[in-house]
């Protein structure tokens, strides 16, 4: 659904208050209220507080335009351990004990970097962007990360259930890579370079959806994929698209928030059934996920499934393929 914007009266909502909310109940309410969001997060120590909002820039009630930016900073937990550092230990000479040469030595204790964990999020249906397999849980609720997209049209990050056809994402233009190519899934398998500039102010649209169901998934720096994603990685070998399958600790993805590259700090298979979605966009076959550019090689056009216009009700879809997922996944 669009609106027409008037010159003389702009729509005002009034700011809730989101802090104690999981990270992707507060994105969606804000959303909900036609806010621009940017996020932040910090580590923390308290394992209650992961995933979990902890600030926001404008107070509660507040009254402000539709279109607002407002950022948050949601709680990443991590735990570490206490450092121990031994002594260095030499034994004086004793006039008793005859001069072999001996000398004690010095302990290096081993180094430790603790595990971030991701903070999982609770949400009543979590159908998560590209491929969301959560644990079900107490109250019909279950256990998952959200997988966010970096939208132009509506702004900010959007969960990729709440996409629509028509509306419009982040791309790239890579230097060297021609990203509109009708066989890219088989072209980007073949592309690499030691170094490329990379243009993120692009624009591509989503022309199809779908909702499926499939086998397992990968979970990379907290989103979830699922193994139809190809995602621009550089590492020691240079820069080149990695199927998400084959992505490890070595390699770093490239962020649109930073505008650089970051380690890949989280790298994880599901092995579960999973409840996923797929989109097509146009002209540019690859875009933003709030901190990887990626490709999804699955036709979702296709799927039996498939929305292909914005006149269509994806959510009655999604809600059937959710209740199948669920039958399976009790059987």
């Known amino acids: 659904m669009r609106f027409l914007k008037s010159s003389k009266i702009k729509k005002r909502v009034s700011i809730p208050n989101i802090v104690g909310m999981v990270r992707s109940e507060a994105l969606s309410l804000l959303n909900s209220l036609g806010l621009s969001v940017i996020e932040n997060n910090a580590g923390t120590s308290n394992e209650s507080l992961g995933g979990k909002i902890i600030d926001q820039s404008i107070a509660e009630n507040s009254v402000v335009p539709v279109g607002t930016q407002i950022e948050y900073t949601y709680g990443s937990f991590s735990f570490s351990p206490f450092g121990f550092t031994p002594f260095s230990f030499t034994a004086p000479p004793d006039p008793e004990i005859p001069p072999y040469g001996f000398t004690y030595f010095d302990l290096v204790p081993f180094s430790f970097a603790p595990i971030v964990l991701p903070p999982y999020d609770f949400t009543t249906y979590n159908f998560t962007g590209f491929s969301f397999a959560p644990t079900p849980g107490e109250g ?42 009708d066989q890219i899934s088989n072209y980007i398998q073949n592309w690499s370079t030691q170094d490329t500039l990379i243009d993120t102010d692009i624009e591509t649209t989503v022309v199809a959806m779908a909702a499926r169901i499939t086998d397992g998934a ?29 992505v490890t600790l070595a390699d770093f993805i490239f962020s649109p928030m930073t505008q650089d590259w970051n380690p890949v700090t989280q790298c994880m298979p599901i092995n579960s059934t999973e409840l996923v979605i797929s989109i097509n966009v146009e002209p540019y076959d690859v875009f933003f996920t709030d901190n990887a550019l990626v490709h999804d090689s699955y036709n979702a056009a296709l799927d039996p499934n498939a929305i292909n216009s914005s006149e269509e009700d994806f959510s009655e879809k999604l809600v059937a393929m959710y209740t199948e997922w669920q039958n399976l996944i009790k059987k």
Request: charged share 20%.
């Open 140 to 181: 019909g609720k279950s256990l998952g990360a959200a997988t966010l997209v970096k939208s132009k049209n509506p702004q900010g990050l959007i969960l990729a259930y709440n996409l629509k056809v028509g509306d419009v994402l982040y791309s790239a233009a890579i230097e060297g890579i021609n990203t509109s190519n």
């Open 218 to 246: 990968i979970v990379i720096n907290e989103n979830k994929y699922s193994k139809a994603h190809w995602i621009l990685i550089k590492n020691n070998e240079g820069i080149k698209f990695k199927n998400v399958t084959d």
